[in-house]
């Protein structure tokens, strides 16, 4: 009876990412080869993978990383629109990379073209409306050692 009722709900579009600074406080970016659009290091939670096993792989195979993130800063639910599902992406606190990090970022050609550290102003420039929300409250919630719930980027009322 439960596989029954479980085969019936419905299921939601996941991605997770991590909030990667500098010591500078700049938010690390990469631009994808597949759009015009910067977005924020990480991609799409795989079946019967966890969110944060899905950030940890992300970062290795998009930036050659081994970091483990550490707490969620934020979860924004994001609602259909022409071409996407619903969703659910959570952000991780990837926290702070050394210079010696930093210089081990190697990027798949196929998937990235470049990679950039970024102010929150310029973050905003480069990233979607979207994007640029969910960062700016990913920043705020690390700063105050909160987590937030958003709402396609807005924090939900």
Same mark, same amino acid.
């Given at each position: 009876?439960?596989?029954?009722?479980?085969?019936?709900? /419905?299921?939601?579009?996941?991605?997770?990412?991590? *909030?990667?600074?500098?010591?500078? +406080?700049?938010? $690390?970016?990469? &631009?994808? #080869?597949?759009?015009?659009?910067?977005?924020?290091?990480?991609?799409?939670?795989?079946?019967?993978?966890?969110?944060?096993?899905?950030?940890?792989?992300?970062?290795?195979?998009?930036?050659?990383?081994?970091?483990?993130?550490?707490?969620?800063?934020?979860?924004?639910?994001? /609602?259909?629109?022409?071409?996407?599902?619903?969703? *659910?992406?959570?952000?991780?606190? +990837?926290?702070? $990379?050394?210079? &010696?990090? #930093?210089?081990?970022?190697?990027?798949?050609?196929?998937?990235?073209?470049?990679?950039?550290?970024?102010?929150?102003?310029?973050?905003?420039?480069?990233?979607?409306?979207?994007?640029?929300?969910?960062?700016?409250?990913?920043?705020?919630?690390?700063?105050?050692?909160?987590?937030?719930?958003?709402?396609?980027?807005?924090?939900?009322?």
């Amino acid at each position: 009876m439960t596989e029954d009722f479980t085969a019936t709900l /419905p299921r939601k579009r996941m991605g997770a990412g991590a *909030l990667l600074t500098d010591g500078q +406080g700049r938010v $690390l970016l990469v &631009e994808p #080869t597949y759009t015009d659009c910067w977005e924020i290091p990480g991609g799409a939670v795989e079946v019967d993978e966890s969110p944060l096993t899905a950030v940890v792989r992300e970062l290795e195979e998009e930036l050659g990383l081994s970091v483990r993130p550490g707490r969620l800063l934020v979860t924004d639910w994001v /609602p259909p629109r022409e071409g996407r599902t619903e969703g *659910l992406m959570m952000l991780f606190d +990837g926290g702070t $990379l050394a210079p &010696e990090q #930093t210089a081990q970022i190697r990027l798949p050609i196929e998937e990235l073209r470049s990679w950039a550290w970024c102010t929150e102003q310029e973050a905003g420039e480069r990233l979607s409306p979207l994007l640029a929300r969910r960062i700016s409250a990913a920043l705020d919630a690390r700063a105050d050692g909160t987590a937030v719930y958003l709402e396609n980027g807005f924090v939900a009322t």
